[in-house]
Each structure stands twice: as structure tokens, then as C-alpha cells.
């Protein structure tokens, strides 16, 4: 018998802070409700993940995850397992240029 774990998908805006403890993420879905976000081991490295997440928070880009959704005392929060941006900004791509 084998245990297969099943994530959810969600388009989210990445929103990044300086706090205590370094760099921290969260978002906003639907109803203004808040999510704070963790990062676990999975699909994609967390090093990665958090650089997609810092890049897309501050060209404004939404991100495609995989998570699952937990709450804890300070409230809901998304736990990461993988981060795809959707629109990948014109700056990485070589093929498109600037005017």
C-alpha cells in the first residue's frame, strides 16, 4: 500500500516584508483574508521558491502554488511546496526586447 499526497492550486500576489527573521511572505485571496506563508521541502527547493516569490512581490506578478492550508494561533496560513510564476517579467526573457 503506498500513501499519495494530493496538493491544491492556487493563483496568488505574493506581497514580501522585512521582519525579525528576514524576508517574509504573505497574501491576500477573495475576501480580504490574509494567509501567512510557509515553505516546505517538496517539489521545488525552498531557496528557489523563495527567490520566485521575492522576484514576482516586487515586479507585482501573481504566482501559480501547490500547498496545503493550515491555521495556527496567529491565523491561516498556505504551506509551499511549489511556486510557478505566471507571467515571467519581460527582464528574464532575452527574446522579447524593451522599448
Known sequence: MSLQVQFNKRTIMPVSYEGKRG???NATIF???QY????AEGVQPVEQMKAVMTQCAENSEEVEIQFTEGQNQYGKYFEIYSVKPLNPSSSSRP???KD
Open 23 to 25: 524576508i517574509g511572505f
Open 31 to 33: 475576501t480580504p483574508i
Open 36 to 39: 501567512g506563508i510557509r515553505f
Open 95 to 97: 527574446d522579447i526586447k
